[in-house]
């Protein structure tokens, strides 16, 4: 059974840094590609980065490119999420997904997410 | 970027009717990169339609996709309870992934 486990949310300030992880189990971590989404309070679904099963490709929103930054352990079966430069608006609940295999770009597994609040 | 834009916001139906949901998008999509999630508070998203229309695993076949180019449609055929949420079309294009801003499906 594929299951995706969040955490490390936390409030934080205005220009902090926080490090959310993403423990995952029930597949071959390294062969998918993994992404990060978010979803602001009473807002919709918008999509934050995505890396490569391998971890050499990596790709961004404009929103986030420059501050957030996306990695993964494949030895350990953990996706991560550095936060930096953190702003008011970075507040939401943050799901991490697997991508299916093949040709289509859509996201089969989430996990249940961790949430950040940017606030002073 | 690609525009997905949603209709209607808020859709009111009793159960057994049948919904009828809407993702219109700015420039084509190729059918391959659309897919539609259910979301309900407190739970993981849920992938209920790739490709814009094959249904993802464990999906029940009430659910059907269809569409293509820019006009792409979720369709309910006989509404459960269970099927009040909120739904997300997605398209992916030039590296990015954008969602629409949701249809909510609430109870007449």
């Known amino acids: 059974e594929v299951q995706l486990l969040e955490s490390g949310g936390n409030l934080v300030q205005p220009g902090g840094s926080l490090r959310l992880s993403c423990a995952a189990s029930?597949?071959?971590?390294?062969?998918?590609?993994m992404n990060w989404v978010r979803q602001a309070p009473g807002k919709g679904l918008e999509w934050v980065s995505l890396?490569?099963?391998?971890?050499?490709?990596?790709y961004y929103a404009d929103s986030v490119k420059g501050r957030l930054i996306i990695s993964r352990d494949n030895s350990k079966n953990i996706l991560y999420l550095q936060m930096n430069s953190l702003r008011a608006e970075d507040t939401a609940l943050y799901y991490c997904?697997?991508?299916?295999?093949?040709?289509?770009?859509?996201?089969?597994?989430w996990g249940q997410g961790t949430m950040v609040t940017v606030s002073s | 970027e690609i525009v997905l834009t949603q209709s209607p916001g808020t859709l009111s139906l009793s159960p057994g009717e049948r919904a009828t949901l809407s993702c219109r998008a700015s420039q084509s999509v190729i059918s391959t990169y659309l897919a539609w999630y259910q979301l309900k508070p407190g739970q993981a998203p849920r992938l209920l339609i790739y490709g814009a229309s094959s249904r993802a695993t464990g999906i029940p076949d009430r659910f059907s996709g269809s569409g293509s180019g820019t006009d792409f449609t979720l369709t309910i055929s006989r509404l459960e309870p269970e099927d009040f949420a909120v739904y997300y079309c997605q398209q992916y294009g030039s590296s990015k992934y954008t969602f629409g801003q949701g249809t909510k499906l609430e109870i007449k």
């Open positions: 029930g597949f071959t971590f390294s062969s998918y590609a």
């Open positions: 997904a697997k991508r299916m295999s093949g040709g289509p770009q859509a996201f089969d597994f």
């Open positions: 890396i490569g099963g391998s971890g050499g490709s990596t």
